[in-house]
């Protein structure tokens, strides 16, 4: 999972490097990622992009509802 930090590095990497002329798949291979997300990072203005990082910290996550019971065990049975 990557940090909200590490995703707004990413969104001005992938905007650096179209300016400079590279086109999606090469940027692609260049940050790592799927040539998808380089296209939809590429497409979002900087406020859309800050408006997709709150979006994001606000869904349900699949395991969310075990949190508590994990962080129980842990603290009770350290390794």
Known sequence: MRTPLKRL??????KELFRKGFNDS???C?????RETVCKYRLMSDDDFLIFLQQQKLRNRKLMPYE???ADRIKNYPA
């Not at 590095?9 to 992938?14: A, I, L, S």
């Not at 260049?30 to 799927?34: D, F, L, Q, T, V």
């Open 9 to 14: 590095t990413m969104h001005n990497q992938v």
């Open 26 to 28: 090469q940027i692609a």
């Open 68 to 70: 508590s019971f994990v």
């Open 30 to 34: 260049i940050a790592g990622i799927h």
